[in-house]
């Protein structure tokens, strides 16, 4: 499996923007779609973002398009989430999570999962 450490969460005002980063680790980083998902308190936890093995394919889901981008640098075996506009209901921990599936938006497809980074948007 591989190793996710994520970082970049804070607390922002509404309208504002962070950048969450997941830095992964091992040589196989390109074998595995990449994705983001969030839980709130009292929630399930949800898909957010995922990118695919080479970065041509991404799928965001509703409440985020338009307002997060998901890419990933191989060089640097690093995955972003660059979060625009943010509203209080974004707020969330965030995990970055890793699948050898392709293209999958559910959380029992994802095998290695970093620990979260925590998202707060005050309004």
């Known amino acids: 499996q591989v190793q996710l450490v994520e970082s970049g969460g804070g607390l922002v005002q509404a309208g504002g923007s962070l950048r969450l980063s997941c830095a992964a680790s091992g040589p196989t980083f390109s074998r595995y779609t990449l994705g983001w998902f969030r839980q709130a308190p009292g929630k399930e936890r949800e898909f957010v973002s995922f990118?695919?093995?080479?970065?041509?394919?991404?799928n965001y889901t509703d409440s985020v398009k338009g307002r997060f981008t998901i890419s990933r640098d191989k060089a640097k075996n690093t995955v972003y989430l660059q979060m625009n506009s943010l509203k209080p209901e974004d707020t969330a921990l965030y995990y970055c999570?890793?699948?050898?599936?392709?293209?999958?938006?559910?959380?029992?497809?994802?095998?290695?999962w970093g620990q979260g980074t925590q998202v707060t948007v005050s309004s």
């Open positions: 999570a890793a699948s050898t599936y392709t293209w999958v938006t559910d959380v029992w497809a994802y095998d290695s």
């Open positions: 990118i695919s093995r080479i970065g041509g394919t991404t």
